[in-house]
């Protein structure tokens, strides 16, 4: 599975773990998620596939997932944007956050997460041993749907997808996701 980069909570390395080892036991790790829209403001939507080892089968962001150990933040999300969803783009981040989140099958996701934003109008090639299906969905249905099905989403999906829709409209300041 590889090995993870451990940070403290203002994202300074301080080591690194195996990867399911540092999901059994939560440790503090650097994680991505990307929020891709269209020129329609819709935003695409993964379902992720049923054998991720958590979450798998739940809607979510366009795309998440760690940068390597020793490997660079930028040329990690453009890298996994082009592995899972068959396409790359332009990307901002727009603010981090962390959180803490314990799943029914034991294993703990504890994040530092960099949120991105991107646009692109072409059409996703999803990698379907990362993800079920794809679809750009409406902002005003997601956050609706959020409210009433909360559980088809990933955590971290419900977390930041209200900062996120903020950062597209320009009404979001970069620290205000810190430790949600």
Partial sequence: MGNLVLVDQYDNEIGSEEKLKVHTIGKLHRAFSIFIFNSKKELLLQKR??????????????????????????????????????????LQEVYSFIYKEQFDNGLIEHEY??????????????????VEVVKWENIDFIAEDIVINPEKYTCWFK??????????????????????
Avoid: Q
């Fill in 113 to 130: 997460d960099h949120v991105y934003i991107g646009n692109f109008d072409g059409l996703p090639r999803p990698n379907h041993s990362e």
């Fill in 49 to 90: 596939a049923k054998c991720k080892y958590h979450s798998g089968g739940l809607w979510s962001n366009t795309c998440c997932s760690h940068p390597n150990l020793e490997e660079n933040l930028e040329l990690a999300i453009h890298k996994r944007l082009e592995e899972e969803m068959g396409f790359d783009c332009k």
């Fill in 159 to 180: 977390i930041t997808f209200k900062d996120v829709v903020k950062a597209l409209n320009g009404n979001l300041h970069k620290d205000s996701g810190k430790n949600k």
